[in-house]
Each structure stands twice: as structure tokens, then as C-alpha cells.
């Protein structure tokens, strides 16, 4: 069994900065690329960030500049830091990763709960 878990969401005046961690856990052989989601109240699901397991980044045009992720691979967790924070980006944010939990097996996508993210004054 898999489970990955966020921490660090709350409420941040625009301007201010935040920082999103996650960590999977359970059986797990490999993680593959890992990745940050947002859904905003009424809109779609969107990727804001994400990593492969050698490093090689990807942003969401809204967030770059202003967001950076990182992983560590030994400890399969995946970071968010967010500067610059605006109240457009006023979301729940959703970890995501890729897990391979025995070798010989295919890779699926585990989500976790999501943590609100409110940037307001």
C-alpha cells in the first residue's frame, strides 16, 4: 500500500511565500516523476510543477520565475517552494507521483489529499 501526504498549506498575504512537502510511502520500488496540481474553486485541475527522477523540471507558465520544486529521491519526497505568492494562485494543491511498487510492475499514479493554499491580505 501507498500513501502520499502533503504539508504546508495555509494562509499567506500576496507577496509572501510558502513552502509544499510531500513524502510517499509504503511499498514502493521507484518513483518516477513526481509533481505539484492545483485546482482552484469552479476551474479544472492544473500541473503547476513537475520534476523526473533525474531532475529535469517543468513549470506551468503562471509559476515560473516565482515557484521552484525539488525532490529527494532517497527519502521519495517532493518540494514546493513558492515566492511571490498572488491570490490568483489561491488553490488546493495536489501531490502527485508516479510509483512503480515492485519491479516487473507497471508505473500508477497516486495523488494525495491536497492542501489549501490561500494567498490573501
Known amino acids: 500500500q501507498v500513501q502520499v501526504v502533503e504539508s504546508g498549506g495555509g494562509l499567506v498575504q500576496p507577496g509572501g511565500s510558502l513552502r509544499l512537502s510531500c513524502a510517499a510511502s509504503?511499498?514502493?520500488?521507484?518513483?518516477?516523476?513526481m509533481g505539484w496540481y492545483r485546482q482552484a474553486p469552479g476551474k479544472q485541475r492544473e500541473l503547476v510543477a513537475a520534476?523526473?527522477?533525474?531532475?529535469?523540471?517543468n513549470y506551468a507558465d503562471s509559476v515560473k520565475g516565482r515557484f521552484t520544486i525539488s525532490r529527494d529521491n532517497a527519502k521519495n519526497t517532493v518540494d514546493l517552494e513558492m515566492n511571490s505568492l498572488k491570490p490568483e494562485d489561491t488553490a488546493v494543491y495536489y501531490c502527485?507521483?508516479?510509483?512503480?511498487?515492485?519491479?516487473?510492475?507497471?508505473?500508477?499514479?497516486?495523488w494525495g489529499q491536497g492542501t489549501q493554499v490561500t494567498v490573501s491580505s
Open positions: 502527485n507521483a508516479e510509483i512503480r511498487i515492485r519491479l516487473g510492475t507497471e508505473n500508477r499514479m497516486y
Open positions: 509504503g511499498t514502493i520500488f521507484l518513483i518516477n516523476a
Open positions: 520534476i523526473t527522477r533525474g531532475g529535469v523540471t
